[in-house]
């Protein structure tokens, strides 16, 4: 007869991925970062200089407006007196015109009138001027024909002194201001692309590093990621890629770890299973029954080690690992039911729960029930005939007891691991202690074995301790 075994195949991860064709790579983030900077930076660039222009071209309009009100104040009683020392002009005669002393070389342009609008003195180039007759006679501020005319009243005369200053000169002084903050920030934003690209392309080398440090591995080397020196939101990431790296890597121990307790643990009853069929078809006047029912044992033994192979894969694994809350008094009795459908073993295992009622706790019930399963056969199995307990505890306690010859103190650490029994005379496989340690480490629990007894009775005593639910 021919066995065969299906292992689980082990994924090689190569230390690069191959670029999928038909795909070109997209800009690196170096790219992608200066362009989105230099999209805001512009927005912004022109919002503030929309923002330069308004205040500048209000300052200025506000200082030349300062300028034309106090050379009106002040030309207002230096004009009066030229009238009065000309003499006022007849009614219907023509303005006077100013000397040239008062004129100066600016070519003011300015008029003295009565109340009632008549031009009294007038400098020369007001003569050419028409835009005045339509200024308010009112002290104030008035634009008309691109010029900008100031109104000023004499405090104890009724007369009125108009300014007027062309306002093309105003906006060239605009224009020459902002030319002037324009070239220079047109400069930096020009330059601006260059900058950010080279601070973006030196910060981003940690990515660089990252992904140097990842290339370089083979499929093997799954140790965690350098995180030293990384930025807050990479650290992040980095920790969380060594949690996958970690889980990866429990992932595959399990499956080599698998393969190899197969190897090591089917080898004997495979070839027990092969020896007995093959005596019983070599054997002379037909098949033994003795021989048969050698190999049906035989084969019950690998049922049972291959049972034992795949708790112990999947309690390493976790797989399937539901946090529920768990009834540890259905649990137990549920447990007892399965073992009491024995006859044999209806007297000698016994159910103990409180009278009050338990916490649940909180944990996977199939997980829950292989641990306490695996407790419960190696306590029948190494108790040689004598009574075996469940008993529930609160809070989240499990024990199972047995009153057998125990086990030496010093040994039981040794006992969780696999492949470790208390004695070579004893039958088992060294695996359901490590089960079941490897499930309640799963469950954030603790196990605990006791030898002897806490009464100082012969036995074992494993208790496993669980968290509630919160």
């Known amino acids: 007869m021919r066995c065969a075994i299906a292992m689980p195949m082990t994924t090689t991860f190569g230390p690069a991925a191959l670029p999928v ?27 503030c200089v929309a923002g330069v222009v308004v205040f500048i071209h209000y300052q200025i309009n506000h200082n030349f407006d ?21 003499g006022r002009p007849a009614d219907g005669a023509p303005p006077l015109v100013a000397p040239p002393p008062l004129a100066g070389t600016e070519d003011l342009v300015y008029r003295l009138v009565d109340s009632q609008g008549r031009p009294l003195l007038v400098s020369e180039p007001a003569l050419r001027a028409r835009f005045f007759g339509s200024a308010p006679l009112q002290q104030g501020f008035y634009n008309r024909d691109g010029w900008r005319i100031f109104t000023a009243v004499h405090p104890q005369r009724p007369l009125l002194l108009q300014l007027a200053d062309p306002r093309p000169d105003r906006r060239r002084a605009v224009r020459r201001v902002l030319l002037g903050l324009a070239v220079p920030m047109l400069a930096v934003l020009a330059i601006l692309p260059l900058l950010l690209g080279a601070v973006a392309r030196r910060e981003l080398r940690v990515l660089q590093r990252l992904e140097g440090e990842i290339a370089v ?57 092969r020896l007995r069929l093959q005596t019983a078809l070599d054997a002379e006047g037909g098949v033994s029954p003795r021989d048969v029912q050698a190999a049906m044992t035989a084969l019950d033994v690998l049922r049972h080690r291959t049972e034992k192979l795949l708790q112990l894969s999947r309690a390493e694994s976790a797989a399937g690992l539901v946090q529920a809350p768990v009834d540890l008094v259905q649990l137990a009795a549920t447990m007892a039911q399965e073992f009491w459908l024995t006859p044999a073993l209806q007297e000698r295992l016994v159910l103990r729960v409180p009278d009050g009622p338990v916490p649940a706790a909180q944990g996977d019930v199939d997980g829950l029930a292989i641990a306490l399963r695996n407790l419960v056969e190696n306590a029948l199995r190494y108790g040689e005939g004598r009574g075996v307990e469940i008993d529930v505890q609160a809070p989240c306690v499990l024990v199972v007891r ?38 309640v480490e799963r469950h954030r629990g603790r196990l605990e074995l006791v030898s002897p007894l806490p009464d100082g009775q012969p036995g074992l005593e494993a208790r496993i301790h669980l968290l509630p639910v919160i």
């Open 217 to 273: 591995r083979g499929g093997d080397d799954l140790r965690p990621l350098p995180l030293a020196g990384m930025p807050r939101e990479l650290f992040s990431v980095g920790e969380r890629v060594n949690l996958l790296l970690e889980r990866l890597k429990q992932s595959l121990d399990v499956e080599r770890a698998l393969a190899a307790n197969a190897a090591h643990e089917l080898r004997t009853p495979l070839a027990a299973v």
């Open 66 to 86: 300062n300028e034309l009100e106090e050379s009106g104040q002040r030309m207002l009683d230096i004009v009066t007196h030229n009238l009065d020392v000309a």
């Open 402 to 439: 047995d009153h057998g010859p125990g086990v030496p103190p010093e040994r039981l650490q040794a006992l969780r691991s696999r492949h470790v029994r208390d004695t070579d005379s004893r039958a088992g496989y060294g695996l359901g202690l490590s089960i079941v340690s490897t499930i």
């Open 21 to 47: 064709a038909g795909i070109r790579p997209a800009a690196t983030l170096a790219q992608r970062l200066t362009r989105m900077l230099m999209l805001w930076v512009a927005a912004v660039w022109i919002v």
